[in-house]
């Protein structure tokens, strides 16, 4: 019923979003006289802020149509090389060939919002690397007769999809992603998989909630399991393919998102609102995109969500010895094969200092020389993977320590610019409008 009445709510606000838009075109217009008097731009501008506040937003695009390769623009096209029904496997294909650049599979999280994301990730990283992502699907979207999915899930996908793109590929996991990506590398270590990624980087992930516990953690610890089932929990609504379908709304993520900073959430809306009355278009549009993808978000399936609670905050189960794969635990003890790389923010307030870092002490038979572990001074959460500090600080030290274990290493070839192929087009089947 609440998952009813906040798409009814949402849709009164769109309605009314689209008339406040309409009145502050009008406000503006030249042809109404009323646009000359003193108050009108400010009137009008806030009811711009109203209308971008409530505005519905479905899944945004990358967006990344080229890259410079070599001091060169080429094409890149978004190829899907794997689907599945919660997810599907994206990569970034540039018109270029002759090159053997190391091959790496970014690992969006699951947590409410898209992969796009990480759009700065992946454009930072495309000049030099063949990029793949996960790109998660909405779980509205699709339908109960694709069955669950849950955390034994996620990591089954992501071997399948380190298969898919066979030996030698790289795994970056991103903040929450990071237990179930080190859960699938020690899996495959001790599996002697052919598919094993030479190395895994992680970056801001909650690999042992123990260490500096932040106010997210203290949530998900405080409650009991049973408040999470009972209280968080929805049902599609009839509107969408998932109908029937047990979530945690996306809207109940960005709620929890925006309380956790709210003032400065305020403050960013005031500041546009300023812009844009200054006609300061430039920095209000900076805003609007920034609210854009942080405002567009998607549902996860309740036993995905649940068991996170569980296995990952409430009972830290990477790290004490407790995370059961299919019946088999997986053991970061194993992995002796894929070089492991930490990287932290300093002022990151979702995953506290040491709770990422703690993969390298659990990787107890790893070599030293294969463990790296980088402190990025000054970045906050979005800042290790978004942002000057990650184009300009994080990602040398990542290309670095690719490099270093990569098992392909080889001297590129001359550049060769390719026209583009025919490639299958990225639709993935059901509604795409949050």
Not at 275 to 295: I, N, P, Q, W
């Amino acid at each position: 019923m609440l998952y009813t009445a906040i798409e009814m709510q949402k849709a009164m606000l769109a309605g009314m979003g689209l008339a406040a838009q309409s009145s502050s075109d009008w406000l503006l217009s030249y042809a109404n006289p009323l646009a000359w008097s003193p108050t009108a731009p400010s009137m009008a501008r806030a009811l711009e802020v109203f209308a971008h506040t409530v505005e519905v937003r479905g899944k945004p695009a990358f967006g990344l149509d080229t890259t410079i390769v070599e001091g060169v623009s080429v094409a890149v096209s978004e190829v899907v090389s794997a689907r599945k029904p919660f997810g599907q496997l994206k990569h970034f294909q540039r018109a270029v060939s002759g090159r053997r650049d190391p091959r790496i599979l970014i690992v969006a999280p699951m947590s409410g919002h898209y992969a796009t994301l990480l759009r700065g990730t992946v454009e930072r990283l495309l000049p030099d690397h063949e990029v793949y992502i996960t790109d998660w699907r909405d779980a509205r979207l699709v339908p109960t007769s694709a069955g669950r999915f849950d955390l034994n899930d996620y990591v089954d996908y992501l071997i399948g999809f380190l298969e898919e793109l066979g030996p030698d590929t790289h795994m970056l996991a991103v903040c929450q992603p990071s237990v179930p990506a080190l859960a699938a590398v020690a899996l495959m270590n001790e599996d002697d998989h052919p598919c094993t990624p030479p190395s895994l980087t992680m970056m801001g992930g909650p690999v042992d909630t123990r260490k500096a516990p932040t106010s997210v953690n203290d949530l998900a610890f405080k409650r009991p399991f049973a408040w999470f089932e009972h209280t968080v929990i929805q049902e599609v609504p009839a509107i969408y393919p998932g109908a029937g379908r047990k979530v945690y709304p996306g809207y109940l993520q960005l709620s929890s998102f925006m309380s956790m900073n709210l003032a400065n959430h305020m403050k960013s809306h005031w500041e546009m609102f300023r812009h844009l009355v200054d006609g300061d278009d430039e920095s209000a549009d900076s805003t609007k995109a920034f609210y854009d993808e942080y405002r567009a978000v998607c549902d996860m399936t309740a036993e995905f969500y649940l068991q996170t609670i569980d296995l990952v905050f409430q009972r830290q189960a990477l790290a004490t010895g407790q995370f059961e794969h299919r019946g088999r635990i997986a053991d970061p003890a194993k992995i002796t094969r894929t070089a492991l790389l930490a990287i932290e923010g300093e002022r990151d307030d979702i995953s506290g200092i040491g709770q990422t870092k703690a993969a390298l002490d659990l990787a107890v038979n790893l070599p030293e020389a294969k463990k790296h572990y980088h402190m990025a001074l000054g970045a906050g959460h979005y800042g290790i993977f978004n942002g000057r500090k990650w184009r300009e600080v994080v990602a040398p030290v990542m290309e670095d320590f690719i490099r270093t274990h990569d098992l392909r290493r080889v001297t590129p070839a001359p550049l060769r610019v390719v026209l583009p192929s025919h490639v299958e087009p990225d639709v993935t089947p059901g509604l795409e409008v949050a």
